[in-house]
Nanobody, 124 residues
Framework: QVQLVESGGGLVQAGGSLRLSCAASGRTFSSYAMGWFRQAPGKEREFVAAIRWGAATYYADSVRGRFTISGDNAKNTVYLQMNSLKPEDTAVYYC??????????????????WGQGTQVTVSS
């Protein structure tokens, strides 16, 4: 069993930056593919970024070059550094863990554990 707790959300102006954190308890996150998803009001949950510790990262086209996913194995924490934020980045951001055997998955249905979400609001 894995528990995930996100933090770091908030209100920021367009062009600004935020860093989200996802603290994992239970098994170390290096055992999982870790992902960030987001859901804006009235929209479906969408993939943002994923990481497999020491192996690979992958980003949605909409955030590539602006967001960076990373992990600290000693702290069992995954981060999402978000730069050059845009109003369309406004959403609830969720951290998730997947036991899929592939390095990376962008499919929300393949993630087994989810955090409670943290709100990110970008004002224009």
């Amino acid at each position: 069993q894995v528990q995930l707790v996100e933090s770091g959300g908030g209100l920021v102006q367009a062009g600004g930056s935020l860093r989200l954190s996802c603290a994992a308890s239970g098994r170390t996150f290096s055992s999982y593919a870790m992902g960030w998803f987001r859901q804006a009001p009235g929209k479906e949950r969408e993939f943002v970024a994923a990481i497999r510790w020491g192996a690979a990262t992958y980003y949605a086209d909409s955030v590539r070059g602006r967001f960076t996913i990373s992990g600290d194995n000693a702290k069992n924490t995954v981060y999402l550094q978000m730069n050059s934020l845009k109003p369309e980045d406004t959403a609830v951001y969720y951290c998730a863990a997947s036991t899929v055997r592939r390095l990376i998955t962008t499919n929300a249905d393949e993630y087994n554990y989810w955090g409670q979400g943290t709100q990110v609001t970008v004002s224009s």
